[in-house]
């Protein structure tokens, strides 16, 4: 059984190691990031080496790689990094949640994470370096593309395409039958019932205040 080595330090790591630690019999033996960007060279008690130098202490054949970075640049640092971890020769470590609900765990790609709570529906293909927050859910016959990130509850109906690094907010609801198109930010709140353009920014209307004496608003 290899090590991980969990890439990135910043929330979804620090959150990915208790997953991690909960489920699975692996030992975490630190953190990596960039050089530029090490600076604590501690992070939750491990330490964090520069992704640079993995191979020189943790080479491919003991270790594999978990990467845990964000949405930032619709996912576009979390790409790069897998591109160059495989190209490295790492393996990387698909982690999904025992409590999440997955029909078939060989439709899942390389480097994704699913959170406890989510929903994968059979004839579904989620792919690779993918990210799915806790109650997001992929109905049938669905087909999410690379380097995406379904954040929490976000909602994807059946026979719908969402196609590389696209970004689903929180409580986002995609039809049936839509075609996502390539670096599509979705907002939270969203409901999207045509296909989108490439590079597109979809936005519901936020509510607005109704009163300004809520201790004398009945409720």
């Known amino acids: 059984m290899k090590s991980i080595i969990i890439v990135g330090t910043g929330n979804l790591a620090e959150i990915a190691i208790q997953y991690l630690q909960r489920d699975l019999d692996n030992e975490i033996v630190a953190f990596s990031v960039e050089k530029e960007y090490n600076i604590a060279k501690e992070f939750c008690g491990l330490p964090v080496i520069n992704f640079e130098d993995l191979l020189k202490s943790y080479p491919p054949e ?18 790069r990094l897998y591109i160059e971890a495989k ?21 899942i790609g390389e480097s994704c ?33 690379k380097h995406c990130f379904l954040a929490p509850s976000a909602t994807i109906s059946g026979k719908v395409e969402v196609k590389n690094n696209c970004f689903i907010g929180i409580n986002a609801t995609i039809r049936d039958h839509i075609v996502i198109e390539e670096n599509c930010i979705i907002g939270c709140g969203a409901i999207i019932k045509k296909n989108t353009f490439k590079n597109g920014v979809y936005s519901a209307k936020g509510t607005t205040i109704y009163h300004t004496d809520s201790m004398n608003t009945h409720v």
């Open 62 to 79: 003991t270790t594999e790689l978990l990467i845990a970075i964000g949405p930032n640049k619709l996912s576009g640092v979390r790409a």
């Open 87 to 107: 190209e490295l020769g790492y393996d990387l470590v698909t982690y999904i949640s025992p409590r999440a609900h997955v029909w078939d765990h060989k439709n």
């Open 113 to 145: 994470f699913i959170f406890d709570g989510c929903i994968v529906e059979p004839e579904t293909i989620i792919g690779a370096n993918t990210v799915m927050w806790s109650g997001s859910i992929v109905a049938h016959h669905s087909v999410i593309g």
